[in-house]
């Protein structure tokens, strides 16, 4: 370690200690993946499509299922903080709040991005789904979505630990403001698969997103972190 | 209550009714719509009233970050909770209005949805100041308002993407937009009366909360003197 440790490496070793602990544990991505393949079935027992409906269908389907696996996982990501008041001892040491914040993303980004991993594979199965526009499109779709969503998830997590039901404060906060990524990562894939609109404008929207509130949460991560 | 808060609350009652009677009376039954149109005078200045409000609770919730005042936190809570209410007759009276005249009472339409969203947000955030406990509330209230706020010209440029089937804004809205001068009385009058109204209940909402505030840091000061 360097003598003055930077943004950057305490963020690097803050996410290390976070992989080591679900690498341990696997708490937070054994129960986002089961939780999102009971969404995924019972999805399929809702609606039984065709391969052209599923085109236009799978897109929703997916995102709504990867959302709701998200906040299973967003919700442990400060509670294993809350115990030993390890939160109060990153309050007192004089990292930067923002180091915990892009951590704690990152190893969220990377929880969420492996369970898409495992569950692409399983929606192709289930619903017969074979892509008419390009891949790779899909790809950068994911990345961006999956940015959007866990980049406003980790900050609100760290709102609603501070309240009353903490479990089901983190939706009701987090859906109102993502309905625009939302609506934008869903269109953005329906309209690959099926490959009748162009799906710029929706990837560029989910930039923005993504660009605007990473700032914002960057900037109000340590108001909030002390509060309190 | 102050002798000026009665004051104003009497010239508000006052331009409630002098509106009311432009909206009904004296400005003329629209062409097309009939009577159904005039629901547009109490349409219109709530949504303006209610857009304002949010700007008041991005602006105040920012100030408190800056410089963590207890009045800055009662106003941003006041203005959220006013706005929601004005938000709340927006698409109530949208309903109404559309029913007759588009034959359904809603379509997910970019105005609509907008409105929609908009309302889901600032709920939230009354939800979560209603769940929050202790003295960090005015902190993660005031980090919600701001996500909101930023938010906004986000949805509206998503769901603006879908085609829209509300009028055109009537007012600026390009070639053969605008009202008949009677109307836009009515809706100026009725606008005003409106934001009167809304400064009415934001000022009544600010002052209670300053005092339910004073009045629990007197409970507090009175326990630990009773120990």
Known sequence: MSATPTLWSITRRSLAKDLRLEWRSKDAINSMLFFALLVVVIFSFG???TAEESRRIAGGLLWVAVLFATVVALNQTWTRELRN???DAYRLSPAPPQALFLSKTIGNFLFVAILEVLMVPLFVVFYNLRSVGPVWQLLVVA????WALVVNGTFFAALSIRTRSREIMLPLILFPISIPALLAMVDATTSILTGDNSPYFWMRLLAVYDVV???VSLLLFEPVLNAE | MTKLYKAFSAVTALLLLYGFCQAWYIAPTEATMGNVQRIFYYHLPSA????LLFFVNFLAS???LIRRTDGADALALAAAEVGVSFCTIVL?????WARPIWGIWWTWDARLTSTLVLWLIYVSYLVLRHYATGGQVPVLAAALGIFGFVDVPIVYMAIRWFRTQHPQPVIGGGQGSGLDHTMWVAVLWNLAAFAMLAVLFVWARYRQALAERALEEAYIQAEGEAQ
């Open chain 2, 62 to 64: 920012a100030w408190y």
């Open chain 1, 85 to 87: 008041q390890v939160l």
């Open chain 2, 48 to 51: 303006w009233v209610a857009f």
């Open chain 1, 213 to 215: 509130f990473t700032a």
């Open chain 2, 92 to 96: 109530i009276t949208g309903p109404i």
């Open chain 1, 47 to 49: 609606f039984d499509p």
């Open chain 1, 143 to 146: 990345l961006l979505a999956t």
